[in-house]
């Protein structure tokens, strides 16, 4: 509350702490992160979001202060197209140049370079829908163009405003960029891995680190996925002008996500709650799920994390920097072991 308690040094009759305050933000503690409300009272229930409550997981954080401004941040979260090229060609060329690209990628199907670089085959537009806490985007793979049918191919789903959530199942990312002034963001990594029936290693802390734009040498780091994105938010400029772009039938998800913010403001304004904001503790439960939801069963844990142990790398993401990958791998091999996936 910023109130003072003690005046140690004053006569033990004096009143003075009682009327010394320099304001304060109510605070809650929820999945290793303490979440401050700077807005006025009376503060909205912290949303017990499916990444934060969920049992037994192990929690890691990196953190990232970008020079620039935090929307242009989260609008390269509203396009899924940016992954083909992004994190594919860009990714690929990338390895190239440093020439681990036979030693990153021996198979090169299953690095993600090459599955962004084929995220795109047989495309047909964007797929784009909102519910109560944000909107889910995809693209649309046709029949038409070649595919086999006519199916979507999901992309991370957008927590309004601020939040992206990538996949579930075993592994989940959620990237966090908060705005601490027109021209910094604070951005979280926050990663879960979670098996259902599996016990997690223990974690006495849930650790935190830095993910660095620049290596010790001064040079971008531009080999990993988060890197990447990094790069092409800051490669903008402090605060992009919007008022020069073009955009296209590729950019929908962006133009649909400007319209909700728009329309967001235009509630709070008018005195209305706006999207994703209770004041009532008993609203959501105890834990609000979002898909692709977490695994449910030890088979679908199985599953999971025979997928990630054949398509996930630590060093292609921000999991190089993770002072706790012994601990994720000793994770990953009791959830192999019992579910019979060595």
């Not at 929820?30 to 499916?50: F, I, M, Q, T």
């Not at 259902?196 to 650790?207: C, H, K, L, M, T």
């Amino acid at each position: 509350t910023g109130q003072c308690i003690e005046t140690p040094l004053e006569s033990p009759n004096s009143r003075l702490k009682e009327r010394v305050n320099i304001g304060g933000y109510p605070v809650k503690e929820l999945g290793g992160l303490v979440w401050g409300y700077l807005g006025p009272l009376p503060a909205p229930v912290l949303p017990p979001y499916d990444f934060l409550v969920v049992p037994n997981a192990i929690r890691q954080i990196a953190v990232t202060i970008i020079p620039c401004n935090w929307l242009q941040c989260h609008e390269n979260s509203a396009d899924p197209y940016h992954n083909t090229y992004l994190h594919g060609h860009f990714f690929k060329y990338q390895l190239e140049r440093l020439g681990t690209l036979d030693e990153r990628a021996p198979e090169p199907d299953k690095h993600r370079a090459f599955m962004s670089m084929h995220f795109t085959d047989f495309h047909d537009g964007i797929d784009f829908k909102r519910d109560e806490f944000g909107f889910q985007k995809g693209i649309k793979i046709s029949k038409a163009k070649g595919a086999k049918e006519d199916s979507v191919k999901p992309f991370p789903y957008n927590i309004f405003p601020y939040l992206s959530r990538v996949a579930g199942g075993f592994r989940c990312q959620v990237n966090m960029r908060v705005p601490m002034d027109d021209t910094h963001t604070y951005h979280l990594t926050y990663v879960v891995f979670h098996a259902d029936g599996i016990e997690a290693p223990e974690q006495a802390s849930v650790p935190y680190f830095d993910a660095p734009l620049f290596d010790e040498e001064g040079h971008p780091v531009l080999d990993y996925v988060l890197a990447q994105d990094m790069t092409a938010w800051k490669s903008q400029g402090e605060r992009t002008d919007r008022t020069k772009e073009n955009l296209a039938a590729t950019d929908l998800a962006i133009i649909e996500f400007r319209k909700i913010i728009e329309e967001q403001i235009q509630l709070v304004e008018a005195g209305i709650t706006p999207m994703g904001v209770s004041y009532e503790e008993d609203q959501w439960g105890e834990i609000i799920e979002f898909e692709p939801r977490f695994t449910d069963s030890r088979a679908s844990s199985g599953t999971a994390v025979g997928m990630f142990r054949a398509n996930y790398s630590s060093i292609d993401d921000v999991e190089r920097y993770s002072p706790i990958i012994p601990l994720v791998e000793e994770f990953v091999r009791r959830v192999a072991e019992a579910s019979g996936n060595h």
